[in-house]
Nanobody, 126 residues
Framework: VQLQASGGGLVQAGDSLRLSCATS????????MGWFRQAPGKEREFVSA????????LYADSVKGRFTISRVRGENMVYLQMNSLRPEDTAVYYC????????????????????WGQGTQVTVSS
């Protein structure tokens, strides 16, 4: 399974970006997908996840109401629409996928994700 994240860039505060994550290879192994981000000098942190079984979407409190995750199964794509961007959203964004399903509370834990993309840089200027 391979994941390819794209769509990052340099924007101003208040702007929007849409990140994409393309999956390839044995995509039948993928259950659920998520986005994480890592700012310089900080730990990689959960941003959002979406479950295959019921399309349930999960968000970190810091992005709730501004970011929307979506999944297009036929295209094997996952998107992260980011609105009202803030300088504190600046980070490298990674898409990730699990090899099985979990209960909702688990998706915040990066250790459950089996597959990772290479990351795309998002920079938000003030």
């Amino acid at each position: 399974v391979q994941l390819q994240a794209s769509g990052g860039g340099l924007v101003q505060a208040g702007d929007s970006l849409r990140l994409s994550c393309a999956t390839s290879g044995r995509t039948s192994r993928i259950y659920d997908m998520g986005w994480f981000r890592q700012a310089p000098g900080k730990e990689r942190e959960f941003v959002s996840a979406i479950r295959r079984s019921d399309n349930k979407q999960l968000y970190a409190d810091s992005v709730k109401g501004r970011f929307t995750i979506s999944r297009v199964r036929g295209e094997n794509m996952v998107y992260l629409q980011m609105n009202s961007l803030r300088p504190e959203d600046t980070a490298v964004y990674y898409c990730a996928a699990t090899g099985r399903n979990y209960n909702s509370g688990s998706y915040f834990n990066r250790n459950i994700y089996d597959y990772w993309g290479q990351g795309t840089q998002v920079t938000v200027s003030s």
